[in-house]
Nanobody, 119 residues
């Protein structure tokens, strides 16, 4: 059984920083793409950033230059450093990973962590 567990959310003032982390555990053979998504209040979930196993990254235009995604393949973790936070970054942030197990290869999701940015 595979689990993704996020940590690091919280309340921060505009202009501040937070670092989110996500750890994958269970019967994992390998992990392909890992990423962060967010769902603002009353809106649909949207892509924040992704990173391949080789380290290639992709960012939403709204976070480019402010957020940095990174991963540790040995530890099966992915992190999101968020700087210069804005009130519009307020959302539930969820970790996603495309994982190969003995049964299949498919995307897995964490339960999410709340990030609230006050103005």
């Amino acid at each position: 059984q595979v689990q993704l567990v996020e940590s690091g959310g919280g309340l921060v003032q505009a202009g501040g920083s937070l670092r989110l982390s996500c750890a994958a555990s269970g019967s994992i053979f390998s992990i392909d793409v890992m990423g962060w998504y967010r769902q603002p209040p009353g809106k649909q979930r949207e892509l924040v950033a992704t990173i391949t196993r080789g380290g290639s990254t992709n960012y939403a235009d709204s976070v480019k230059g402010r957020f940095t995604i990174s991963r540790d393949n040995a530890q099966n973790t992915v992190s999101l450093q968020m700087n210069s936070l804005k009130p519009e970054d307020t959302a539930v942030y969820s970790c996603n990973a495309y994982i190969l197990t003995v049964r299949d290869q498919r995307p897995y999701w964490g339960r999410g962590t709340q990030v609230t940015v006050s103005s």
